[in-house]
């Protein structure tokens, strides 16, 4: 943290009990209160454990059940791949936003390379339960992630919520979206949960900040909070509908880093963000398909080719050249995303198909 710690920030090694918006103070879990002219949340969500019943005992008390979606049990789901010998593995997704959505169905596609590089794939039957009617919020990507699941040999489900977990007698139960009375049962050999999720307690108890649903409410374009003008918020806790990854909160920080300065300096708010988020899917050991787009679900890429299309060098890109863009502009505040890179390579790409059309008539 003090590494990349602004030099001129206070860090107060505490945590938020509640915020008491309409007095601009924020209330520590040490009783220590600190008053604020203008506040930034960035909370993000935590997983929703109780929302499955036995979930908690499965994780705790049984080595074939885990989630990724929580750093506790992340390293369990390596080892469990690396016990599992045969069977069927199961992949639950919730319904609802939760963070990074691609990653529930990314682990089963992860599954599937692992069990084939072990040669175990005639053995293993891999099913994706979903919640959800559709796997990617966007047709062309889902189409795209469609055809990678058959490739990989993940068979997908819809409409189907993990409620319970008989970890005994290695049973899901799930409940059909549509009519919750109506259940299903799988037996599995490995279950990968990803639990609905919710706001920190801190956000839960201070109600006049949030939605009726879960999230901190601000205005999806300015990032300004829709009653207390003095607080902008971002990231998962935002009540922005668009899928939640640090692609989106690159440009989201940039948002409200310009009309945080608008506010202070008594300027307009302005209307700048357009939901662009980014979901790099990994679907292989060196390949990758970047899925980009904004608010109307329309795509967004960065690399105007191929874009539903898994590709090794997309690979090589976030595996090397995004942990460095993190450490060293994101997390100092200096990368707002890729829309300069966008605008170059779009033009440039427009530029050789002219030129090669150009070419072709000579
Ligand atoms: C398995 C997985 C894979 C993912 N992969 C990708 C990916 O490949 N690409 C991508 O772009 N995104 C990915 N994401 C999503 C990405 O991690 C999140 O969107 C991002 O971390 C959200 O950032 P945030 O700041 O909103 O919340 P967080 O990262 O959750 O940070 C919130 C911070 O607030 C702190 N906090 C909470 N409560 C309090 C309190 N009461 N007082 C003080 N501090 C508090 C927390 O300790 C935490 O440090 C992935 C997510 C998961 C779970």
């Excluded at 960035?42 to 885990?66: E, H, Q, R, W």
């Excluded at 599992?84 to 682990?107: C, D, H």
């Excluded at 890429?301 to 460095?324: C, G, R, S």
Aim: aromatic content about 14%; charged content about 20%; overall charge neutral.
């Amino acid at each position: 943290m003090l590494q990349v710690l602004p030099d001129n920030a206070i860090w107060l090694k505490d945590s938020v009990e509640h915020f008491c918006p309409a007095d601009n103070m924020v209330i520590l879990e040490s009783g220590a209160s600190v008053e604020y002219e203008f506040m930034v949340i960035s909370m993000g969500l935590k997983p929703n454990f109780k929302g499955i019943c036995g979930l908690k005992t499965a994780l705790n008390d049984y080595d074939n059940v885990s989630t990724i979606y929580s750093e506790k049990y992340a390293v369990k789901t390596y080892e469990c791949f690396q016990n599992f010998k045969r069977g069927t593995a199961v992949f639950s997704a919730p319904a609802g936003p939760i963070p990074y959505a691609a990653a529930t169905l990314e682990i089963a596609y992860f599954a599937s390379n692992y069990f084939r590089n072990r040669k175990q794939l005639n053995d293993v039957t891999i099913v994706y339960a979903n919640a959800n009617d559709a796997l990617f919020p966007v047709d062309l990507y889902e189409d795209a992630v469609h055809r990678i699941a058959e490739k990989l040999n993940v068979c997908v489900q819809f409409g189907v919520n993990l409620v319970r977990i008989i970890p005994e007698n290695n049973k899901a139960v799930f409940a059909c979206t549509r009519a919750p009375e109506n259940t299903t049962c799988l037996k599995y050999s490995f279950l990968h949960v990803c639990t609905p999720m919710e706001p920190p307690d801190a956000l839960k108890k201070s109600k006049n900040l949030m939605t009726t649903g879960k999230f901190v409410d601000v205005d999806k374009r300015t990032l300004q909070h829709r009653k207390f003008t003095n607080v902008f918020a971002l990231g998962d806790c935002a009540s922005l509908p668009t899928s939640k990854t640090v692609g989106a909160i690159s440009v989201q920080s940039y948002v409200v880093f310009k009309n945080l300065m608008n506010a202070m300096e008594g300027k307009d708010i302005e209307p700048m963000y357009d939901g662009y988020t980014a979901s790099p899917i990994f679907t292989g050991y060196d390949s990758l398909m970047l899925a980009e787009f904004d608010y109307d679900k329309e795509p967004r890429p960065t690399f105007p080719f191929n874009i539903d299309k898994e590709k090794a060098w997309l690979f090589h890109l976030q595996y090397t050249v995004m942990p460095y863009i993190y450490w060293n502009y994101m997390l100092k505040g200096t990368w707002d995303g890729p829309e300069t890179f966008r605008k170059i390579f779009h033009l440039e790409f427009l530029r050789l198909r002219k030129e090669s059309a150009y070419l072709g008539c000579k």
